[in-house]
């Protein structure tokens, strides 16, 4: 399975951006990087996805690098509600392998 | 925005008792997949369904587990023998057809309690 690498935990002051980093240096050509988090008491929620471009939506903007051996999760102002755990993982084959994630910590 | 629903949020449970936890995809989704979380630890991935059968099954995914897909809507998991060990929050988790990379939509889990 495609390996990635976050740090177990972050924080953040709220309104500040967030960027939350991810290693995966054995990653090949056909993987998708996703991005899921787990906010508590709820299942994983779809974040973002990129392959090679830099990518951006409603809640967040993926940074990838040019080698893509890791990415960046880019929260842009983190509110109270962003506190979760943030899942970086390589999607291949269909398969979603889920590792510890980062937990990020929002400060009021 | 349509989501994945389960049912019920939370099952109790007799060891050795059967449990069934349902599920409803997302109306135009057609692959169906179950994860579990024990308290604690990470998500790990049961199984895959597409087209009436499964297309790939973890190694938790043994001859006590089950899935179904009864009628167009429903997406079930059956556990024919519950063990204390299968304690755990499952959600249910459904894709769209176009695309092997997008992404996988979870409902919000059922917690289910063996006693």
């Known amino acids: 399975d495609a390996k990635t690498t976050q740090p177990n935990s972050m924080e953040s002051n709220e309104e500040e951006p967030v960027h939350l980093p991810c290693n995966h240096s054995t990653i090949s050509g056909t993987d998708y990087i996703h991005w899921y988090r787990q906010l508590p008491s709820q299942g994983p929620e779809y974040v973002i996805h990129g392959l090679t471009s830099n990518v951006n939506n409603r809640m967040a903007s993926l940074a990838i690098a040019e080698d893509r051996k890791s990415s960046t999760l880019i929260l842009h102002r983190a509110t109270l509600r962003d506190a979760a755990v943030y899942y970086c993982?390589?999607?291949?084959?269909?398969?979603?392998?889920f590792g510890k994630g980062t937990r990020l910590h929002i400060l009021p | 925005e349509p989501e994945v629903t389960q049912t019920p949020s939370h099952q109790v449970t007799q060891m050795g008792q059967e449990v069934i936890l349902r599920c409803v995809p997302i109306?135009?989704?057609?692959?169906f997949y179950w994860y579990r979380q024990i308290l604690g630890q990470k998500v790990e991935f049961l199984v895959s369904f597409y087209n009436n059968e499964i297309s790939e099954k973890s190694e938790i995914f043994d001859d006590q587990f089950s899935v179904e897909r009864p009628d167009g809507s429903n997406f079930t998991l059956k556990i024919r023998s519950t063990k204390l060990e299968d304690s755990a929050m499952y959600f249910c988790?459904?894709?769209?057809?176009?695309?092997?990379?997008?992404?996988?939509?979870f409902g919000d889990g059922t917690r289910l309690s063996i006693l």
């Open positions: 109306s135009n989704h057609l692959y």
């Open positions: 993982i390589l999607n291949r084959d269909d398969k979603i392998i």
């Open positions: 988790a459904s894709r769209a057809l176009v695309g092997l990379n997008q992404p996988q939509h």
